[in-house]
Structures are given as C-alpha cells and as structure tokens.
C-alpha cells in the first residue's frame, strides 16, 4: 500500500496568513493526488483533485501543486471559514489511502 | 439535488453483524463506482471498500478482507455494506462516497454521504 504522510499534523494561523501544508507519497503517484476539506462533525468535501485542479465552487485562494511523490496544499489568505482538517488522498492505486490529516486552528 | 444518504448504523456488540446503507438521489447510480470510508472517533479517514459501476468488481481494505461485503442495487439506487464478526476497532462514522472521473484518468471523491455511526461495544 502506499503511505501518504502530511505535514504538519496541526498549524496556528491568523486570518489573512498564507498557510502551506505538504503530503509525501511512499512512492511516486504522479498527479494522483486530491486535497478534501473536513469540519467537525461533517462529512469531507473535495477542494482540489489531479494535484492542481480546482473543485468547482471552491474559492480560487486554495491550490495545490506537486507530481510524483511531493505535493502542496495552499491557501493565499486564510479566512475564517478555513478553520478545518485537510487531508490528501492518492487515487494513483488501490487501497485509495489518506494522509493522516492537518488540523488549522485559529491562533 | 446531487446526494447520498447513508443509515443502518448504531450499538453492536463485538461478533455481531450490521449492514449500512447509502441512496443515491440526483444522479445516474449506476454509471458511478462507490467507496465507503470510515473514521474513527478523532482520528481520520480511512479508505474500507470499492465496488465498479456494475457490480461484478470489488475492493477491501486489509483490515476488513473476509468480514465485510460491498454490494449495490442498480435498480434501488442503493450502496450496501454488510458488516459481519465487528471488532471494537470497527467503531467509527462509515461515510459512502462517489467516484467522478474530474480529469480524463484522474479519479476523486467529488459527493459524500453524512455519515452513520457504527459502534461496537458490549
């Protein structure tokens, strides 16, 4: 199986900050790579698939780059709404596995 | 309205059985694969099961190979997972999902259900 790792496992940011989080694949995927948002108590939504390309509806300060094995999450400006886990998923083979998740918090 | 609605879930003891549903509304079912996902109280997600568009191709994690089946009625727009011999780490809000080709090869979950909550305790 391949393993997806996150980092960080949380962050503190302000709103208007820029935030990053990374995701390394155990081995390369490619662009196989998707980024989902979740809330607490709610179900995940999908931000970002193929590494780079926007879910449409999703607003444009989320983006993500990366192929083969590295990949980055970014939001330009963090809004309140933003406050949330986000974990990236491999589509790249089955089992389709998760990163562990990072949380954002409010700092 | 695009939705899944899962249900089925609730309080089992360990070595007994459930089976969760997922209906499907707003959508063509049987052109979609399906997923179920899991997550455990504060942890994250985990992938458990897949099964294609027509039925004849399925999935399993490791973790529940030989104890849980995947199956669908096309007809009823309607996922299924059968749950059988539950383990106290089987605990957790069981997600269905849809799969969406977003990019010519390139797959996600693009549509989830609520969630059920599964637990399993004496």
């Known amino acids: 199986d391949i393993q997806m790792t996150q980092s960080p496992s949380s962050l503190s940011a302000s709103v208007g900050d820029r935030v990053t989080v990374t995701c390394r694949a155990s081995q390369s995927i490619s662009s196989f790579l998707n980024w989902y948002q979740q809330k607490p108590g709610k179900a995940p939504q999908l931000l970002i698939y193929?590494?780079?390309s926007l879910q449409s509806g999703v607003p444009s300060r989320f983006s993500g780059s990366g192929s083969g094995t590295d990949f980055t999450l970014t939001i330009s400006s963090l809004q309140p709404e933003d406050f949330a886990t986000y974990y990236c998923?491999?589509?790249?083979?089955?089992?389709?596995?998760f990163g562990q998740g990072t949380k954002v918090e409010i700092k | 309205e695009v939705q899944l609605v899962e249900s089925g879930g609730g309080l089992v003891q360990p070595g007994g059985s459930l089976r969760l549903s997922c209906a499907a509304s707003g959508f063509t079912f049987s052109a979609y694969w399906m997923h179920w996902v899991r997550q455990a109280p504060g942890k994250g997600l985990v992938w458990v099961s897949r099964i294609n568009s027509d039925g004849s191709s399925t999935s399993y994690a490791d973790s529940v190979k030989g104890r849980f089946t995947i199956s669908r009625d096309n007809a009823k727009n309607t996922l299924y997972l059968q749950m059988n011999s539950l383990r106290a780490e089987d605990t957790a809000v069981y997600y269905c999902a849809r799969e969406m080709e977003l990019l010519l090869g390139y797959d996600a979950f693009d549509i989830w259900g609520q969630g059920t909550m599964v637990t399993v305790s004496s």
């Open positions: 193929a590494a780079s």
């Open positions: 998923q491999q589509s790249f083979s089955t089992p389709q596995t």
